[in-house]
């Protein structure tokens, strides 16, 4: 077709006059290149288009269901195939594909998770495992149906609003009508473009009471649970906002001295990446441990085996310093709401879920209602009708309009008793009752089905006037029905701040080489210090007074001539500097003790009065104050007799480290040595026990437990019966169970009543404690076997009430010191009595004069006075 046409010129058509100058001519556009399009308009738009796609209907949840679009139309596919049978995940994807234009893998994923959250779906085969991390079976071998609570909770095509799905076959649902704080329950966590959210799970019952107490006006608090268990510190929670955050730690106990026991993970971790984490930080040096077995199956259950010589409670803190053993997340509550995202706090995301609540709820009343109001009508409709034989007066009529019109005038002297006007549809479905029903219409059984309508609407309109107290007690259903089983997984702490340099492994080994000033790791041929880890600083003074405080390193340039170099230890007030030291300045000899703190690395101090004569003639380190007698040697002169004498330097204040000291003397010093080594001079460490982290501290927070020195031991007694006996290192770890600690006095007297399971009867027992690592049981072995008051008043009493058919019989008055002699631990006790205990009471103890030959002092072993009176002993503890 090409060939049949010329392209000629019009002759009539005026040419163009061309421009004089050629140069001034504008280049034509060469049509065989590409065409250049603006995209900056275009790409604004579809980038906005894009970004709102996928925040509204990918990865942020909707606040009115908790669900993101995917969890939706895979919760309406699961309902139109539910018949209470399970059915194929493969077919569920299938089905979802029709509302979901995504593909099925994110069908098969986001199916998974649900299932794995065990609350809206109910599972058959293998779906993996939360803990260990392993992934689910291929869809086609397992199965799920709608669990019970959701069907009761999620649906009800009646409130549902419902649009058109991607292709415009089916309709699905704009957000389905949840009754419950479903969002809150299961989290989300989703990554848009250009926001984020992370919603953490939060305890089934607990929003149920916080709902309750929201709709009955009180105040709540919310803190999430986590599946995986663990303990968390939800401290810097901020109601799930941005800026807010939360700690997560694993639950590690000690099996014994050699093996710690991992049973509980921290939320977003499994066994194989917190194992991991454990191996890389021990390759590292951080820790030391032997190996690591992995005994998880339904339970949590990780054994870490340490090295020799190496401290469990150490190594505990390293594993949450140094491994993913704690964790920190940073929630972020962002929601759907109008179509637009929204930032707010899981407390306003509760209250908005619970008004949502009691919206539908009421909504599904009205609907009631309606249905309650249409069945009375019609119910009242044909007992007239048939009733007053009103289908007798169309027997004649011959045309739909005449019989239509007969039954309206039949029923008109009854309309006012109706509560809407009858219509034209009314009379038709009178119409097509079958003579069968006319022939058997029972008038009595009419009145009381009526009845029972009017009854159900009596009881709907006071639902519906009563619309708060219903949603209240719809919720305590809920909790009833479903609750069980749902209890606190996550335990709620506080945690101390972890110093990592006083829990690492010391991994790396220290040398220095004094005259030319260096130190480090890397320098193997000259003198050898200590061992360090790589986090460590290192103190070091030299002979002109002055010290410097730097990180440990293969090489680092001190300063000539080092006199002392040690590990540094920030903020330790007990690790007192003794010191002689001359004077250039006044030519005296002075001597000090100071401890050094508040430093700051590698900056260079001076620990004697500054001159460029004075030198350090004697220096000592004592970790705990001690204070050495030294021997000091003076140069001889004329009419100097005493060229030696002995110093004491427990004489002398301990004062800072900016300070001159005192004079030591004013002739010229040959040499310092020390003649003994000294005792502490700071007295016992004063240690107390802080219940909201459950740790030992010298810093004055919680209960006082004395002060410490040598060999004193601090006792613990757990509410499971079992004792053990520590030292004060401020690193240890202790049961969460414990319900007593004191500083361990080997002859104080404690008095218990407890339940022995081997004999099926309640013993009373007065025994004394004895020094041992290993927890022991004071209510024997038996797993069963519970303690129910130990005392530590010195004459306790009991009253032991009766049960079962000894119900009418007195109560009866133990005098324990009288009923039993102190024994061992281990022995069993005196029966309390043959028949059936129902309490056992403690009563005020009777104050008994005391011999003068046992009058002790009234303080504790340290000189303090005790918190009120002293009996013996000042506590009762009860179960």
Not at 40 to 45: A, I, L, P
Not at 173 to 183: D, G
Not at 265 to 282: E, M, Q, R, V
Not at 829 to 836: A, M, V
């Amino acid at each position: 077709m090409a060939d049949d046409f010329e392209l000629v010129e019009n002759p009539e058509e005026e040419k163009p006059e061309l421009p004089e100058n050629p140069a001034e001519t504008t280049p034509k556009a060469d049509e065989s290149l590409p065409r250049v399009i603006h995209l900056s308009g275009m790409y604004q738009d579809w980038f906005l288009d894009y970004a709102s796609y996928v925040i509204l209907e990918r990865a942020v949840p909707h606040m009115d269901d908790g669900l993101k679009p995917v969890q939706r139309r895979i919760l309406h596919a699961m309902k139109r195939l539910d018949d209470g049978r399970y059915n194929k995940v493969a077919n569920i994807i299938g089905h979802t594909m029709q509302y979901h234009p995504h593909g099925d893998a994110s069908i098969g994923d986001a199916l998974v998770q649900l299932g794995q959250k065990d609350l809206l779906i109910d599972s058959q085969g293998n779906w993996g495992n939360i803990h260990t991390g392993d992934s689910a079976a291929a869809p086609r071998y397992i199965e799920a149906r709608l669990s019970k609570f959701a069907l009761e909770v999620v649906f009800n095509p009646k409130t549902t609003t419902w649009k058109l799905t991607y292709d415009g076959r089916n309709k699905e649902p704009v957000t389905l009508p949840v009754k419950f704080p479903l969002l809150l329950a299961q989290g989300a966590e989703g990554i848009a473009v250009g926001l984020a959210s992370k919603i953490l799970p939060h305890n089934f019952n607990e929003l149920i009471d916080a709902s309750v107490n929201y709709l009955q006006g009180k105040d709540f608090e919310l803190y999430p649970d986590f599946p995986t268990g663990g303990l968390a510190d939800f401290s810097r929670y901020n109601d799930g906002l941005r800026g807010g955050a939360i700690k997560v730690r694993a639950k590690i106990e000690k099996l014994d001295k050699k093996t710690l026991v991992i049973r509980e993970l921290p939320f977003g971790k499994n066994t194989g990446s917190l194992i991991d984490s454990i191996l890389k930080a021990n390759e590292k040096g951080k820790i030391k441990i032997r190996k690591i077995d992995d005994n998880t199956a339904e339970n949590v259950e990780i054994l870490v085996h340490l090295g020799l010589n190496v401290s469990p409670d150490k190594t505990i803190d390293a594993l949450y310093a140094f491994t993913d053993c704690e964790l920190p997340i940073s929630p972020n509550c962002c929601i759907i709401e109008e179509n637009k995202p929204r930032f707010i706090g899981v407390s306003e995301v509760l209250k908005l879920n619970t008004d949502h609540t009691l919206n539908l709820l009421r909504e599904e009343l009205r609907i009631r209602l309606s249905e309650l109001e249409e069945a009375w009508h019609f119910s009242s409709l044909e007992k007239i009708f048939i009733e007053k034989k009103i289908y007798r007066d169309i027997e004649e009529c011959e045309t739909w309009e005449a019989i239509i019109e007969a039954i309206d005038k039949g029923l008109a002297p009854y309309k006012k008793l109706f509560l809407r006007e009858i219509t034209v549809d009314d009379i038709t479905k009178l119409t097509e009752i079958k003579i069968k029903r006319i022939s058997k219409f029972d008038a009595n059984k009419a009145d009381e089905h009526i009845r029972g309508i009017e009854d159900e609407m009596e009881e709907v309109k006071n639902h519906l006037n009563n619309i708060v107290e219903f949603t209240i007690n719809y919720f305590r259903q809920i909790k009833k029905k479903y609750g069980k089983g749902k209890e606190r997984k996550t335990e709620i702490r506080s945690f101390e701040t972890i110093e990592a340099t006083k829990v690492v492994v010391a991994n790396e080994k220290l040398y220095v080489n004094r005259e030319e000033g260096f130190f480090g790791t890397g320098l193997r041929k000259d003198e050898y210090v200590c061992d360090c880890s790589d986090i460590d600083e290192v103190i070091t003074f030299r002979k002109d007074g002055t010290f410097m405080v730097n990180k440990v390193a293969e090489k680092v340039f001190a300063g000539k001539d080092i006199i002392h170099i040690a590990v540094f230890k920030r903020n330790d007030n007990r690790t007192i500097y003794n010191t002689v030291y001359y004077d250039g300045q006044t030519g005296s000899t002075m001597m000090k003790r100071a401890p050094v703190t508040g430093i700051t690395r590698d900056k260079e101090y001076s620990f004697i009065k500054e001159h460029k004569n004075s030198k350090i003639l004697y220096l000592t380190a004592n970790p705990n104050g001690e204070a050495e007698v030294i021997k000091v040697y003076l140069k001889p002169r004329p009419r100097l007799k005493n060229l030696v004498f002995e110093m004491d330097f427990s004489e002398l204040a301990i004062k800072g480290k900016a300070s001159q000291g005192n004079i030591l003397t004013k002739h010229s010093v040959h040499k310092v040595v020390m003649k003994e080594k000294g005792v502490s001079t700071l007295g016992g460490r004063k240690i107390w026990w802080d219940e909201v982290v459950m740790r030992l501290n010298a810093d004055e927070r919680g209960k006082f437990l004395g002060e410490f020195i040598g060999s004193d031991l601090i006792l613990v007694v757990t509410k499971s019966g079992m004792f053990r006996t520590s030292n004060f290192d401020l690193s240890n770890h202790y049961e969460d169970d414990i319900l007593l600690i004191e500083k361990f006095r080997p002859e104080k007297i404690f008095s218990a009543a407890y339940f022995d399971a081997e004999q099926n009867y309640y013993y009373v027992k007065r025994f004394t404690l004895e020094e041992s690592e290993k927890a022991q049981s004071v209510i024997g072995d038996h797993p069963d076997s519970r303690l129910i008051r130990i005392s530590e008043v010195e004459y306790p009493r009991l009253e032991v009430r009766f049960g079962g058919k000894n119900k009418t019989r007195e109560p009866e008055i133990i005098e324990v010191a009288d009923f039993i002699g102190v024994k061992g631990f281990k022995a069993r006790g005196k029966r309390l009595s043959t028949y059936e205990v129902s309490i056992i009471k403690e009563l005020e103890p009777i104050i008994r004069e005391t011999p003068p030959e046992e009058i002790i002092d009234a303080k504790d072993d340290d000189g303090h006075e005790p918190e009120g009176p002293v009996t013996g002993s000042q506590m009762s503890l009860d179960l």
